[in-house]
T-cell receptor
């Protein structure tokens, strides 16, 4: 158990719909990362938040957005869903201390499996 | 971040050491080598990381060559539960942006 929690575990929805995935980081971790894992693209970084502010963006579609709240939990919002958005979505967290130090390690949650029909 | 090359698959007998190689010939002097694994469709699990020196923890050992162009992850006594995809990741220190770039990894199968 990494200490990172994600809800829901599974989500089945239809094309065109909007969903929200939730992530609670490990206690004390200020950074939250979102990754997407699809069969054809592998694990890809989407976006990072640090203490409520966006820090870095990866291959995140404009239909996707995220935020990190004052209690440090994060939500990933996916809208106008397409079949190709079906994937595993992982959240990771870290304290983000000294580069390469023990607090810089990212710990991943169990993921949310999104199926778009 | 430097590109990494890993064999797509490897087998290992249960109880034997599993040695997983990774080539990162374009690595820069300040880039770290991280290893993660993913069992089935679970979240990736951190294993170990290093910069220049060899590292060991309760899960594995990381051997980095002197020129830093390759590394080997060693699982000293592989068990069936070590069957997973193992990812070698080279990460450039970039201040605030510290995302991980995953490649295809190595599918390790531990055989009974």
């Amino acid at each position: 158990d990494s200490g990172v929690t994600q809800t829901p575990k599974h989500l089945i929805t239809a094309t065109g719909q909007r969903v929200t995935l939730r992530c609670s980081p490990r206690s004390g971790d200020l950074s939250v990362y979102w990754y997407q894992q699809s069969l054809d693209q592998g694990l890809q970084f989407l976006i990072q938040y640090y203490n409520g502010e966006e820090r870095a963006k990866g291959n995140i579609l404009e239909r996707f957005s995220a935020q990190q709240f004052p209690d440090l939990h994060s939500e990933l919002n996916l809208s106008s869903l397409e079949l190709g958005d079906s994937a595993l979505y992982f959240c990771a967290s870290s304290v983000e201390g000294l580069e390469g130090g023990p607090q810089d390690t990212q710990y991943f949650g169990p993921g949310t499996r999104l199926t778009v029909l | 971040d430097a590109k990494t090359t890993q064999p797509p698959s490897m087998d290992c007998a249960e109880g034997r050491a599993a040695n997983l190689p990774c080539n990162h010939s374009t690595i820069s002097g300040n880039e770290y080598v991280y290893w993660y694994r993913q069992i089935h469709s679970q979240g990736p699990q951190y294993i170990i990381h290093g910069l220049k020196n060899n590292e060991t923890n309760e899960m594995a050992s990381l051997i980095i060559t002197e020129d830093r162009k390759s590394s080997t992850l060693i699982l000293p006594h592989a068990t069936l539960r070590d069957t997973a995809v193992y990812y070698c990741i080279v990460r450039r220190p970039s201040g605030s942006a510290r995302q991980l770039t995953f490649g295809s990894g190595t599918q390790l199968t531990v055989l009974p």
